[in-house]
């Protein structure tokens, strides 16, 4: 069984700063673990996966995100926060077992003031 | 290219009406998803197909909900005798293999209101 824990429902941060949005999840069996953003009245759009390379992974817009095996987390950040930032932020989990069967965190909010 | 795509956007339902949902996924893409977004939660997992054949139906909430895909493109998810507690974003992903790790492409979503 997997599931998804994202701290902190809504997240607030001023232009240029730092964004960090919490993942922690639970898996019984090596995880794949991914982020997608999702903006007002639109799908979700991928933003950034693990898949047990580097456990530093690089993706759009500026983003990264860290597994951390031993904290069981993939939390994302961005070192300097824009407008265009301020969407719905949801972390996924999946695995081998499951044939890409994803489960999904309830999301972040990102508020991005000027 | 074109991504996937949903019809309609909007649906709003009286009670007890039955509403089919269409989803045509990337061209060639093997596995199909439907899942189910409740207003201010995450996406949960409804149905799986790999081509036209239905894996896994686990997430279906109940017998009124089925969902098909006959030649192994377009979807369709269909809901008999809607309730209320059926309001609710409909979102269908693609993925171009089964593999595993394969990352999901998602469609803008069907929002049903049932009255």
């Known amino acids: 069984a997997q599931s998804v824990t994202q701290l902190g429902s809504h997240v607030s941060v001023s232009e240029g700063a730092l964004v960090l949005l919490r993942c922690n999840y639970s898996?019984?069996?090596?995880?794949?673990l991914f982020w997608y953003v999702q903006y007002p009245n639109q799908g979700l759009q991928l933003l950034l996966k693990?898949?047990?390379?580097?456990?530093l992974v690089k993706g759009i817009n500026g983003f990264e995100a860290e597994f951390k095996k031993s904290e069981t987390s993939f939390h994302l950040t961005k070192p300097s926060a824009h407008m265009s930032d301020a969407a719905e932020y949801f972390c996924?989990?999946?695995?081998?077992?499951?044939?890409?069967?994803?489960?999904f965190g309830d999301g972040t909010t990102l508020t991005v003031k000027p | 290219g074109a991504g996937v795509s949903q019809s309609p956007r909007y649906k709003v339902a009286k009670r007890g009406q039955d509403v089919a949902l269409r989803c045509d996924p990337i061209?060639?893409?093997?596995?199909l998803f439907w899942y189910q977004q409740a207003l201010g939660q995450g996406p949960e997992f409804l149905t799986y197909?790999?081509?036209?054949?239905?894996?896994?139906k686990s997430g279906l909430p109940s017998d009124r909900f089925f969902a098909e895909r006959p030649e192994g493109s377009v979807s369709t998810l269909k809901i008999q005798r809607t309730q209320q507690e059926d309001s609710a974003v409909y979102l269908c992903?693609?993925?171009?293999?089964?593999?595993?790790?394969?990352?999901?492409?998602f469609g803008n979503g069907t929002r049903l209101t049932v009255t």
């Open positions: 992903a693609s993925s171009p293999t089964a593999a595993e790790g394969s990352p999901l492409h």
């Open positions: 898996s019984s069996v090596p995880p794949y």
């Open positions: 693990y898949t047990s390379a580097a456990t």
């Open positions: 996924a989990v999946s695995a081998y077992t499951n044939a890409g069967k994803s489960t």
């Open positions: 061209s060639g893409h093997v596995s």
């Open positions: 197909f790999q081509n036209e054949a239905q894996l896994d």
